[in-house]
């Protein structure tokens, strides 16, 4: 095994049974395994470990929203594995859903918003103590589910960003947004 990137990595994810969790122009095309489930296959984004985007982003207003329509539910950012978790302690639910093509400064990096973060079924997995919570994707899926690229309306929670400008970010540094207009 090595802890460099293959230049042409394949990626397979079990379909998730809720709807919202594949488009479904994939899960028309998934096959069984050797255990049966039915999988999905593609390709990773060139010379890394990532599906799609190298920085993941979250808001604690999204976190919090999901949290209202499943009380009994963990939403600890954790489960989502963020790169960068951005405090927004008022305001409505999703804010960063209408952050796309902004370009957005915390610490010495800039960078630019992409596309929203489809979920797989990692969130809903165990992490730490945390317990394994099949609710927590069936909320994402029943309370968020957005356009994304042409794959059609699919279950997010935060935004894919670009890196313009490496730099060094560190917790507490401010954010500030350019959103072109």
């Not at 998730?16 to 255990?35: H, I, Q, W």
Request: hydrophobic share 35%; aromatic share 6%.
């Amino acid at each position: 095994m090595s802890d460099k990137p293959p230049e042409h990595g394949a990626l397979e994810r079990a379909v998730p049974a809720y709807e919202g969790g594949l488009p479904d122009v994939l899960r028309a095309k998934a096959s069984p395994d050797e255990t049966g489930d039915l999988i999905t296959s593609g390709r990773v984004a060139p010379g890394t470990f990532f599906d799609y985007g190298t920085v993941h982003l979250v808001t604690t207003a999204s976190l919090r929203r999901l949290h209202q329509a499943y009380p009994a539910g963990d939403f600890a950012p954790r489960r989502f594995r963020p790169n960068l978790v951005i405090d927004l302690p008022g305001g409505p639910g999703f804010p960063e859903g209408s952050w796309p093509g902004a370009t957005l400064r915390t610490g010495e990096a800039l960078f630019r918003v992409t596309v929203p973060t489809p979920r797989c079924v990692v969130p809903a997995l165990r992490h730490g103590e945390l317990p394994a919570d099949p609710g927590i994707m069936r909320t994402v899926a029943r309370e968020h589910r957005v356009p994304v690229l042409a794959l059609g309306p699919l279950s997010c929670v935060g935004v894919y960003l670009d890196v313009l400008e490496p730099g060094t970010v560190r917790t507490g540094d401010p954010v500030t947004m350019d959103t072109g207009e």
